[in-house]
């Protein structure tokens, strides 16, 4: 049973532009929500986070914004560039011991 | 201040073999969770062990697998009599304190077993 799902496997955004990669969850009892970014041969590796009672947390060039009552999260990616390629995976907790991970979403960021 | 550290990276096996995975946390870190990555899928957590435990084997398959986490040296993740469909990657990820009290895990690289 997929608890998080991100139902675009792949997404192109030109250079510059603004990237969307979206996720959703069936669990309401998810408490934190995580975005990795995951690059080929290598581990996943944290990129930003929110709690559940927050409705956006920004960093940088990442925002993240969830809106629970749709159990809906996106990671905005604002100016999108070339080294932004990787595959992102939405991540998300309970009180217990694990993650647990969507599918991915490879995002192509085209020079 | 070096990562999590898998060996090997890569880990090539017959059927009916057996495969070691190792797994070193961050320095300062006592908790370890194995998650494996099938091919287009996304990681599903296997088991949580810390020095000596485990804590939580909820995602473990029932037969064939095991893990531990001595008191010294790696945690080790064995599959034993491997099948083609153990062809996956196996990420090992770490945290300071258990998940529930804290917000983040760090991986590691993963090891890729290919089981011909």
């Known amino acids: 049973d997929q608890q998080v799902k991100q139902n675009s496997p792949s997404l192109s955004v030109q250079e510059g532009r603004i990237s969307i990669l979206n996720c959703d969850y069936t669990?309401?009892?998810?408490?934190?929500f995580l975005w990795y970014k995951k690059y080929p041969a290598e581990g996943p590796t944290f990129l930003i986070s929110?709690?559940?009672?927050?409705d956006k947390n920004e960093d940088g060039r990442f925002t993240v914004f969830l809106n629970k009552s749709a159990k809906h999260l996106s990671l905005h990616i604002v100016p999108s560039q070339p080294g932004d390629s990787a595959v992102y995976f939405c991540?998300?907790?309970?009180?217990?011991?694990?993650?647990?991970f969507g599918t991915g979403t490879r995002l192509t960021v085209i020079p | 201040n070096a990562g999590v550290m898998q060996n090997p990276r890569h880990l090539v096996r017959r059927r009916g073999q057996e495969a070691r995975l190792r797994c070193s946390p961050m320095?300062?870190?006592?908790?370890v969770y194995w998650y494996r990555q099938l091919p287009e899928e996304g990681l599903k957590f296997m088991v949580y062990?810390?020095?000596?435990?485990?804590?939580?084997e909820s995602g473990m398959p029932k037969e064939r697998f095991s893990a531990e986490f001595p008191k010294e040296g790696p945690s080790i993740l064995r599959i034993q009599q491997v099948v083609r469909g153990d062809s996956a990657a196996y990420f090992c990820?770490?945290?300071?304190?258990?998940?529930?009290?804290?917000?983040?895990?760090?991986f590691g690289p993963g090891t890729r077993l290919t089981v011909l």
């Open positions: 320095k300062g870190h006592s908790h």
């Open positions: 669990n309401s009892m998810f408490d934190y």
């Open positions: 990820a770490s945290s300071p304190v258990r998940l529930a009290d804290y917000n983040e895990q760090f």
């Open positions: 062990l810390q020095k000596e435990n485990i804590i939580d």
């Open positions: 929110i709690s559940s009672i927050k």
């Open positions: 991540a998300a907790k309970t009180g217990a011991n694990n993650l647990f």
